[in-house]
């Protein structure tokens, strides 16, 4: 079981960190991604850690450098730390895992488990 947490309002150029507790599974043995999904729009990947391998992490063009996935094992957590938002970044975010990775890039219909959303929203 997955579950994000974190979102809220915030001003553009703020910052905000999300959560992905996982529950039931030991989450450094899987790729957890990041997906956003805004109002009218198709669901669309974030971020993903572990997607291309141990160690790995994965950004969309459009969050590159101001967006930082990591994980810490002890808590069984995933984060997304945010800097530097922009209106166009919001959405409901949602953090999702398989049992192998469906590889960066591809669909959000290919993850099989996901966390309830939470909803990140930018003010201009």
């Known amino acids: 079981q997955l579950q994000a947490s974190g979102g809220g309002l915030v001003q553009s150029g703020g910052s905000l960190r999300l959560s992905c507790r996982a529950s039931g599974f030991a989450l450094d043995y899987f790729p957890i991604g990041w997906f956003r999904q805004a109002p009218g729009k198709e669901r669309e990947g974030v971020s993903c850690?572990?997607?291309?391998?141990?160690?790995?992490?994965n950004y969309a063009d459009s969050v590159k450098g101001r967006f930082t996935i990591s994980r810490d094992n002890d808590k069984n957590m995933v984060y997304l730390q945010m800097n530097n938002l922009k209106p166009e970044d919001t959405g409901v975010y949602y953090c999702a895992t398989d049992f192998e990775s469906p590889g960066w890039g591809s669909g959000w219909w290919k993850w099989h488990y996901w966390g309830q959303g939470t909803e990140v929203t930018v003010s201009s």
């Open positions: 850690i572990r997607c291309s391998g141990r160690g790995s992490t």
